[in-house]
């Protein structure tokens, strides 16, 4: 449990803007594997870090932000 709670804190500590929109894999605080299939990334992490438990996360797309000024 510990390591996805450690790989939650690199996450939440870097810039992943050029993930957005993708699912990333964690694992020791890098990015092991990133996709905009989660299986893709899935079968991945299954076959080359069948041992550790990475942290799987669907990175936010930005959302403009409109603004009426009148």
Request: net charge negative; proline share 4%.
């Amino acid at each position: 449990m510990q390591d996805i709670v450690d790989n939650f804190e690199s996450l939440s500590e870097k810039e992943f803007s050029e993930y957005a929109g993708e699912w990333v894999a964690v694992v020791d605080g890098k990015v092991v594997a990133h996709n905009k299939i989660f299986k893709e990334v899935y079968e991945f992490i299954k076959e080359h870090y069948s041992r550790e438990k990475p942290l799987n996360a669907l990175i936010p797309e930005a959302t403009p932000v409109v603004l009426s000024v009148e």
